[in-house]
């Protein structure tokens, strides 16, 4: 899988108890991707995934991977601080058995859901500062520093942080493994601001984007997922 890129947008909330990011359910079922969700489609990865509105206990986006790698991706402005609580369902018709999300070669996942966070440059190291300079020389999207990749993985244990293996830039959360059961709807809720401090050792600044993602690029095999709405919520006082 190629290395991710995330627009940064300007949307801004105040005064709501909840961001309703993907709002799948509201959708049509006509061919159209869900309103404010683009494509997001990685040039190093030649086949691509399918994302469509369907009916599955309501309107759902189903994605479909077939030796691809893509996905759709919103940009949105959220602060962390104010509505921490990430929440959304999911379901997957299968596992991908030989999947290791610590190796590059086997760095398949039947279902993502990532969120890109606001990173000052200046905070690191001038090795990574150069990387990060020639990484936008290649991509022509925005480049975040920091991400979570919340992953339903195979054998690694949930709750695990494993570092992408493209880039440290990024960490991968396991919410669901091969224990998992497929086929069934599972609701998820994290605490985005407490795992993105487990992740990388300090507080997050401000999300600028969430994004879902299928693939199976990496060993060539096929997977099925069905996302529902995805929802930032203020934490419970």
Same mark, same amino acid.
């Given at each position: 899988?190629?290395?991710?890129?995330?627009?940064?947008?300007?949307?801004?909330?105040?005064?709501?108890?909840?961001?309703?990011?993907?709002?799948?359910?509201?959708?049509?079922?006509?061919?159209?991707?869900?309103?404010?969700?683009?494509?997001?489609?990685?040039?190093?990865?030649?086949?691509?995934?399918?994302?469509?509105?369907?009916?599955?206990? #309501?309107?759902?986006?189903?994605? /479909?991977?077939?030796?691809? $790698? =893509?996905?759709?991706?919103?940009? @949105? %402005?959220?602060?962390?601080?104010?509505?921490?609580?990430?929440?959304?369902?999911?379901?997957?018709?299968?596992?991908?058995?030989?999947?290791?999300?610590?190796?590059?070669?086997?760095?398949?996942?039947?279902?993502?859901?990532?969120?890109?966070?606001?990173?000052?440059?200046?905070?690191?190291?001038?090795?990574?500062?150069?990387?990060?300079?020639?990484?936008?020389?290649?991509?022509?999207?925005?480049?975040?520093?920091?991400?979570?990749?919340?992953?339903?993985?195979?054998?690694?244990?949930?709750?695990?942080?494993?570092?992408?293996?493209?880039? #440290?830039?990024?960490?991968?959360? /396991?919410?669901?493994?091969? $224990? =998992?059961?497929?086929?069934?709807? @599972? %609701?998820?809720?994290?605490?985005?601001?407490?795992?993105?401090?487990?992740?990388?050792?300090?507080?997050?600044?401000?999300?600028?984007?969430?994004?879902?993602?299928?693939?199976?690029?990496?060993?060539?095999?096929?997977?099925?997922?069905?996302?529902?709405?995805?929802?930032?919520?203020?934490?419970?006082?």
């Amino acid at each position: 899988m190629a290395l991710i890129t995330f627009l940064f947008a300007g949307l801004v909330y105040a005064d709501l108890p909840f961001i309703v990011v993907g709002t799948f359910s509201s959708g049509s079922v006509d061919g159209h991707l869900p309103t404010d969700w683009n494509p997001w489609i990685l040039k190093n990865v030649k086949r691509h995934s399918a994302y469509m509105l369907v009916r599955d206990d #309501g309107t759902v986006v189903k994605a /479909v991977a077939d030796a691809s $790698a =893509s996905g759709l991706m919103r940009n @949105i %402005t959220i602060d962390p601080r104010e509505y921490p609580i990430l929440q959304w369902r999911w379901k997957v018709a299968n596992i991908i058995e030989t999947a290791d999300v610590s190796r590059k070669e086997s760095n398949d996942s039947p279902a993502r859901v990532y969120v890109a966070f606001a990173y000052d440059i200046r905070k690191v190291g001038l090795l990574e500062r150069l990387k990060y300079e020639a990484a936008k020389r290649i991509y022509t999207q925005s480049l975040p520093l920091r991400a979570i990749s919340y992953t339903w993985g195979n054998k690694t244990p949930r709750e695990s942080i494993v570092p992408m293996p493209y880039t #440290g830039w990024f960490k991968q959360l /396991v919410v669901e493994n091969a $224990a =998992s059961p497929v086929n069934n709807w @599972i %609701t998820e809720e994290r605490d985005v601001y407490e795992d993105y401090r487990k992740a990388f050792g300090e507080d997050p600044t401000g999300i600028t984007g969430v994004a879902i993602m299928t693939n199976t690029d990496n060993m060539g095999g096929q997977a099925t997922a069905w996302y529902g709405d995805i929802t930032f919520k203020e934490r419970t006082r």
